[in-house]
């Protein structure tokens, strides 16, 4: 997310007349969202604060409160958080496809850029706005730091929002140091990203702590639902590295990270708002994701493709808790994990047979030993997250959370490493004419790509992104599926992914004097696989060693710091609403008969 010259020029005017680098969108985008605020400014009551400047600013706070039932400070928060959700989750996926497709852009602020920093901004100011507005309103939710009235589940936004804001600064500072990683997983973008992400975890126990409760109200029910489809939606954002097809850590993250955030999404859903919303929100969250699509008006240069559909998940989780109840939610929530991690896994594997990159037989041993715990896992921390939502404590014990959240850990540790494998590669290319080329490989050893998780040519950042899958020949000869581009800024290589090992061999790099960056012509060569790193991102340096560590180092204390707050929010929720309303009832009410209760 850097602005250099030479080649990020030649982006530009590829992708001249492409709405993901047009300003229109995003300005459509901020115009309904200022006159949204404009209107609640106008409609809203000042109060009754002695400040006249206080009676302003709590005048979109409390029209705000009026239309949702809530009080001042947590619509404030609530409302203002989902708003830089929609806007940073345009800018994240405009961005990503630009640079999928095109590579470096010339100038930081691009309208992607400026709707992933207004997005990051808004969900940050929210959560200070909700304090602000506690302590004009007089609100006792909460703990008193420094005289300052701050109500517990605006602590996790805090966090997240000063870390994703945060992220987009240092992101700048790290590839000025080590140049231009065009990854979605650094650590920079992955404060952005989870930073904004999963800040509609903290909305949603700003719903609990500003007292809706869903089922006494077809108000209440929509807010939760709407937020819980947030929550769903959110959990999926770090699969972009597999929606957009140019995916840079082992293919084991693509099924983990799905059954993960599956069980944890629709167990929360399933235990939160009752009977059928698992379908309900799914069916939402699909409305929801194809608005990127209208926005673009169908002309985003890179053809994604969900990584997940979830429809076998929710009807398991919804069969899981039919049969066996709610009434345990830990028993539930190992079953329904078990269920989306088999199950539910299979209707994964039938949806990414045709994925960008597609599950074959030799991921599934792997999927099984990893992706069933942490399935399981996931469940159970989401059986605890609910409850806190619920305001019902105990639902999971503090050691069995512990121990669930460790597993989920190590899940994701599993896949982390990349190592390279000892194959050689004689590489053929066949011109067709109009700059295309068919890319033919002879390996050594001849068996080397047998099991592998995915051996391709592909081809991106010249206006889009090919990948032509190796077809074998027989005795180690194969050749590529359709021809490659392997003309102008057109990167080309061959990948070659099986177990730990990713590797990589070049078929034809442009030159890039910005970073002294001869060209690798296309010809017919032989050479040993390579780490892919060296070609993928091939304008990175290794730059000082000490901010690589500090910035990791700073991801890893905000990830600490949002389980905390996350945790002792929870917990102190959950214990308020036993508190003030009782335990709540053993199986939250179907759909059908929450849409019929009066608002």
């Given at each position: 997310?850097?602005a250099?010259?030479?080649?990020?020029?030649?982006?530009?005017?590829?992708?001249?007349g492409?709405?993901?680098?047009?300003?229109?969108?995003?300005?459509?985008?901020?115009?309904?969202?200022?006159?949204?605020?404009?209107?609640?400014?106008?409609?809203?009551a000042?109060?009754?604060?002695?400040?006249?400047?206080?009676?302003?600013?709590?005048?979109?706070?409390?029209?705000?409160?009026?239309?949702?039932?809530?009080p001042?400070?947590?619509?404030?928060?609530?409302?203002?958080?989902?708003?830089?959700l929609?806007?940073?989750?345009?800018?994240?996926?405009?961005?990503?496809?630009?640079?999928?497709?095109?590579?470096?852009?010339?100038t930081?602020?691009?309208?992607?850029?400026?709707?992933?920093?207004?997005?990051?901004?808004?969900?940050?100011?929210?959560?200070?706005?909700?304090?602000?507005?506690a302590?004009?309103?007089?609100?006792?939710?909460?703990?008193?730091?420094?005289?300052?009235q701050?109500?517990?589940?605006?602590?996790?936004?805090?966090?997240?929002?000063?870390?994703?804001v945060?992220?987009?600064?240092?992101?700048?500072?790290?590839?000025?140091?080590?140049?231009?990683d065009?990854?979605?997983?650094?650590?920079?973008?992955?404060?952005?990203?989870?930073?904004?992400a999963?800040s509609?975890?903290?909305?949603?126990?700003?719903?609990?702590?500003?007292?809706?409760?869903?089922?006494?109200?077809?108000?209440?029910t929509?807010l939760?639902?709407?937020?819980?489809?947030?929550?769903?939606?959110?959990?999926f954002?770090?699969?972009?590295?597999?929606?957009?097809?140019?995916?840079?850590?082992?293919?084991l993250?693509?099924?983990?990270?799905?059954?993960?955030?599956?069980?944890?999404?629709l167990?929360?859903?399933?235990?939160?708002?009752?009977?059928?919303w698992?379908?309900?929100?799914?069916?939402?969250?699909?409305?929801?994701?194809?608005?990127?699509?209208?926005?673009?008006?169908?002309?985003?240069?890179?053809?994604?493709?969900?990584?997940?559909?979830?429809l076998?998940?929710?009807?398991?989780?919804?069969?899981?808790?039919?049969?066996?109840?709610?009434?345990?939610?830990?028993?539930?929530?190992?079953?329904?994990?078990?269920?989306?991690?088999?199950?539910?896994?299979?209707?994964?594997?039938?949806?990414?047979?045709?994925?960008?990159?597609?599950?074959?037989?030799?991921?599934?041993?792997?999927?099984?030993?990893?992706?069933?715990?942490a399935?399981?896992?996931?469940?159970?921390?989401?059986?605890?997250?609910?409850g806190a939502?619920?305001?019902?404590p105990?639902?999971v014990?503090?050691?069995?959370?512990?121990?669930?959240l460790?597993?989920?850990?190590?899940?994701?540790?599993?896949?982390?490493?990349?190592?390279?494998?000892?194959?050689?590669?004689?590489?053929?290319?066949?011109?067709?004419?109009?700059?295309?080329?068919?890319?033919?490989?002879?390996?050594?050893?001849?068996?080397?790509?047998?099991?592998a998780?995915?051996?391709?040519?592909?081809?991106?950042?010249?206006?889009?992104?090919?990948?032509?899958?190796m077809q074998?020949?027989?005795?180690?000869?194969?050749?590529?599926?359709?021809?490659?581009?392997?003309?102008?800024p057109?990167?080309?290589?061959?990948r070659?992914?099986?177990?730990?090992?990713m590797m990589?061999?070049?078929?034809?790099?442009?030159?890039?004097?910005?970073?002294?960056?001869?060209?690798?012509?296309?010809?017919d060569r032989?050479?040993?696989?390579?780490?892919?790193?060296?070609?993928?991102?091939?304008e990175?340096?290794?730059?000082?060693?000490?901010?690589?560590?500090?910035?990791?180092?700073?991801?890893?204390?905000?990830a600490a710091?949002?389980?905390a707050?996350?945790?002792?929010?929870?917990?102190?929720?959950?214990?308020?609403?036993?508190?003030?309303?009782?335990?709540?009832?053993?199986?939250?009410?179907?759909?059908t008969?929450?849409?019929?209760?009066?608002?």
């Open positions: 997310m850097t250099v010259p030479f080649l990020a020029q030649q982006a530009d005017e590829l992708a001249g492409s709405a993901i680098a047009e300003w229109h969108p995003l300005v459509i985008l901020l115009s309904v969202v200022a006159g949204i605020m404009l209107l609640l400014i106008v409609r809203g000042p109060g009754d604060h002695r400040s006249a400047v206080a009676r302003f600013v709590l005048r979109m706070p409390n029209q705000l409160a009026k239309l949702t039932g809530m001042a400070w947590a619509a404030t928060a609530w409302a203002g958080t989902l708003g830089g929609v806007i940073a989750a345009y800018g994240f996926f405009t961005d990503v496809a630009y640079h999928v497709a095109y590579g470096r852009d010339e930081l602020f691009t309208a992607p850029h400026t709707a992933i920093f207004v997005g990051v901004c808004l969900i940050a100011a929210s959560a200070a706005a909700g304090i602000l507005v302590n004009l309103t007089g609100a006792r939710h909460g703990t008193r730091l420094s005289g300052i701050v109500p517990w589940s605006l602590i996790p936004l805090v966090v997240l929002g000063s870390g994703a945060a992220g987009f600064g240092i992101d700048e500072v790290w590839h000025a140091q080590y140049g231009v065009v990854t979605m997983w650094s650590a920079p973008h992955m404060l952005m990203i989870l930073g904004a999963l509609s975890t903290g909305a949603w126990f700003v719903l609990a702590e500003g007292g809706v409760r869903p089922g006494t109200s077809r108000r209440a929509a939760h639902a709407v937020t819980a489809m947030t929550v769903l939606v959110a959990l954002a770090p699969l972009g590295e597999f929606d957009f097809g140019v995916p840079q850590f082992q293919q993250y693509h099924p983990v990270l799905v059954l993960i955030a599956s069980a944890a999404a167990v929360a859903v399933r235990l939160v708002l009752g009977r059928g698992t379908l309900g929100v799914l069916a939402i969250a699909w409305v929801a994701g194809n608005l990127d699509t209208a926005l673009l008006a169908g002309s985003a240069p890179v053809e994604t493709r969900d990584s997940a559909i979830l076998g998940s929710a009807v398991v989780v919804e069969v899981v808790a039919l049969l066996v109840g709610t009434r345990h939610p830990v028993r539930f929530a190992v079953l329904a994990g078990l269920g989306v991690s088999t199950l539910g896994l299979a209707t994964e594997w039938w949806w990414n047979s045709q994925a960008h990159q597609p599950w074959t037989t030799s991921l599934l041993p792997d999927v099984l030993v990893v992706g069933i715990p399935a399981v896992a996931a469940a159970v921390v989401a059986a605890a997250y609910a939502v619920l305001g019902r105990g639902l014990s503090g050691r069995l959370l512990a121990v669930a460790l597993v989920v850990g190590l899940a994701l540790a599993v896949p982390f490493p990349r190592t390279v494998g000892d194959v050689a590669v004689q590489i053929s290319v066949e011109d067709q004419g109009d700059g295309m080329a068919l890319v033919h490989a002879q390996l050594d050893p001849p068996d080397a790509a047998e099991d998780r995915w051996f391709y040519a592909g081809a991106w950042q010249g206006g889009g992104n090919t990948v032509a899958h074998p020949l027989g005795e180690g000869r194969y050749v590529a599926e359709e021809p490659i581009e392997v003309h102008g057109w990167k080309a290589v061959l070659l992914h099986v177990g730990s090992d990589a061999a070049p078929i034809r790099m442009p030159a890039d004097p910005m970073f002294d960056l001869e060209e690798i012509p296309l010809e032989a050479m040993a696989f390579e780490a892919e790193t060296r070609y993928l991102l091939r990175t340096n290794d730059g000082p060693p000490a901010l690589a560590v500090a910035v990791r180092l700073l991801f890893v204390a905000l710091a949002w389980l707050a996350m945790c002792n929010g929870g917990r102190r929720l959950a214990a308020r609403g036993e508190h003030d309303a009782g335990p709540e009832a053993p199986d939250a009410p179907p759909v008969a929450t849409l019929t209760r009066s608002g």
